[in-house]
């Protein structure tokens, strides 16, 4: 079954450093992938998705994530991080047969920035 | 366009009680799909409906379930609530519920069960 693994539950950066959030999917045939956000209180955004096209996929403020097939890898990263990127980050994946719309999500990894 | 939204936005129920939240898409879409999402489990897929239908159903006891009305509001019921249903339910939609679609959340409704 497609699984969705997310490291590292938290990390910390400081305001201005690089932002890289790790995203590994397992399946043989590489699903659809999408990164959200998911501010206090809040539902989720999609920041980005990648469904087969280019492998490196830009997305919202600044955000952007590179596919690799070789290494099942999604993952998301920012060149420069702001304290208002503070919040959850979650990883799914659309498998590409059966399933329909069901979304497999990471446990997700809280993103800290201080100053 | 207006976006998802969910009503209510909070609720508070005892055990054995019954809840139903209510979700509507954004204007045309036709798919609708709820997810629960727990500090324990994380976020779990429920079940999607697309035009009226339920299209797919995760891995959730018989006391969850759900309906899509014509004008693609969908409704979440939980019958006899247990203390392990606190969550915060989350419904998304998209236009025609193809996978490389995005689907868009709402703000979800906080379900408190004591």
């Known amino acids: 079954a497609q699984s969705v693994t997310q490291l590292g539950s938290h990390v910390s950066v400081s305001e201005g450093a690089l932002v890289l959030l790790r995203c590994n999917y397992s399946s043989s045939v590489p699903p659809y992938l999408f990164w959200y956000v998911q501010y206090p209180n809040q539902g989720l955004q999609l920041l980005l998705k990648?469904?087969?096209?280019?492998?490196l996929v830009k997305g919202i403020n600044g955000f952007e994530a590179e596919f690799k097939k070789s290494e099942t890898s999604f993952h998301l990263t920012k060149p420069s991080a702001h304290m208002s990127d503070a919040a959850e980050y979650f990883c799914a994946a659309k498998p590409f047969s059966g399933g329909y719309n069901k979304l497999i999500f990471g446990a997700g990894t809280r993103l800290a920035v201080h100053p | 366009k207006a976006g998802v939204t969910q009503t209510p936005r909070y609720l508070i129920k005892t055990r054995g009680q019954q809840v139903t939240l209510s979700c509507s898409p954004i204007?045309?879409?036709?798919?609708v799909s709820w997810y629960q999402q727990t500090p324990g489990q994380g976020l779990q897929f429920l079940f999607e409906y697309f035009s009226e239908t339920q299209r797919n159903k995760g891995n959730f006891p018989g006391r969850f379930s759900g309906r899509q009305f014509s004008n693609s509001r969908s409704e979440m019921n939980v019958s006899t609530l247990e203390l392990g249903d606190s969550a915060l339910y989350l419904c998304a939609s998209s236009s025609s519920g193809q996978r490389e679609e995005t689907q868009y959340f709402g703000p979800g409704t906080r379900l408190l069960v004591l």
């Open positions: 204007s045309g879409h036709r798919s």
């Open positions: 990648y469904t087969s096209a280019a492998t």
